[in-house]
Nanobody
Framework: VQLQASGGGLVQAGGSLRLSCVAS????????VGWFRQAPGKEREFVSV????????YYSDSTKGRFTISRDNAKKTVYLQVNSLEPGDTAVYFC????????????????????WGQGTQVTVSS
């Protein structure tokens, strides 16, 4: 499975972006997909996860209420809508995936994932 993240950019505080993670290879509908981010000088941190069907989602405390994760299995794509952006959201955003059984979707650790995309830069100016 290969993952390609895109959609990052430079936005002003309060702005929005929609990040995309497109998968190729493998069976997309069997993948649990997560988003992580890494700010300069900091460790990579969990942002959000979505289960195989899209019915199960979870967010970090810092993004809950501002970010929305969704998926389109027909397009083999997971989206992360990021709203009300703050300078503290500046980071490289990575998508990650692992084939799981449908009930085993709650994955918030880097070690939970097998496949990783290359990352897309989000920069928020104040």
């Amino acid at each position: 499975v290969q993952l390609q993240a895109s959609g990052g950019g430079l936005v002003q505080a309060g702005g929005s972006l929609r990040l995309s993670c497109v998968a190729s290879g493998g069976t997309f509908s069997r993948l649990t997909v997560g988003w992580f981010r890494q700010a300069p000088g900091k460790e990579r941190e969990f942002v959000s996860v979505i289960g195989r069907s899209g019915s199960n989602t979870y967010y970090s405390d810092s993004t809950k209420g501002r970010f929305t994760i969704s998926r389109d299995n027909a397009k083999k794509t997971v989206y992360l809508q990021v709203n009300s952006l703050e300078p503290g959201d500046t980071a490289v955003y990575f998508c990650a995936a692992k084939s799981t059984i449908i009930t085993d979707w709650f994955k918030t650790r880097e070690a939970d994932y097998l496949y990783w995309g290359q990352g897309t830069q989000v920069t928020v100016s104040s």
